[in-house]
């Protein structure tokens, strides 16, 4: 292979300018309540902002859990939605009952879904939270009124241009290096100091058993992808060295389902708690639309 063409004609492709990064983290971030549900398999452990809007279900990263999305929450809720924070089974408080058969994240959500009496949801996922919220919206396409993908490559390894163009752009040594160097953008460790101390917080307390990996239902393919049927918006980081943005027009152009790609400038992995405000109106203008 000689090199990769990128031929797919974008819905919206556009670079959003730096915002809000030297803002305090005090006026960012909320903490914010949550409880336990106890469904089948697994003690879930959420934050629910509550109320009578559309609901929200958000999936965190790895290297998080549902306190992750504590400037995203209060946005939403502003907005009119329910906001539905999970900490993804084996992460976080939540627990599974069998970690030697752990059932498939989106089988949780679905379950959780029909404990909260819930009809239809917008899915919102970052990184590998990605990964099941793609899961969820082809599984259960009836049930779900959108889709948000953020910095995520969904495991797409099977995509021989994807797997090239990863083997391409990866840096040298960069496994090797601590979670903070890997996703956090330069601009962002060198000027909120607060909020990467609290992002390594919320890292250090993301993992609740290492040993417990709940599956997909099945592999995300291209196949897959181009089996997609709801409106979906992709966001990529401008400085993700973990997921570059054009790893994500790369998987991205095998849907054919109504889709806006958006990359924020000078973004890096975590560009959801980076730059919240960014995240957060490209987020509800998107919701707004379906």
Known sequence: MSGIAFSVKWRKFAFIALAGLSCSFATLAEELPGRFIDLPTVRLWITDSGGAGEA???LHPRTGNSEFWQHTIPALSKAGYRAIAV??????????HDARNPEPVADTIEALIDHLELDKIH?????????????????QPERTKSLVIAASGLGMQNDPEYREFRERAKIPGMDKQTSDIREVSPNYRGMNPEGVARWKEIYDNAQRDDSVRPPLRAPNTPEKLASLRVPSLLIAGGMDLVTPSGGMRLWSRHITAP??????AEAGHVLVWEQPEVFNKLLIDFLQKH
């Open 259 to 264: 889709k806006e790609f958006v990359v924020v």
């Open 56 to 58: 929200v279900i958000l």
């Open 87 to 96: 900490d993804n089974p084996g992460w976080g408080k939540s627990a599974v």
């Open 123 to 139: 899915v919102v996922g970052t990184a590998m939270g990605g990964y099941v919220a793609f899961d969820y919206a082809t599984w």
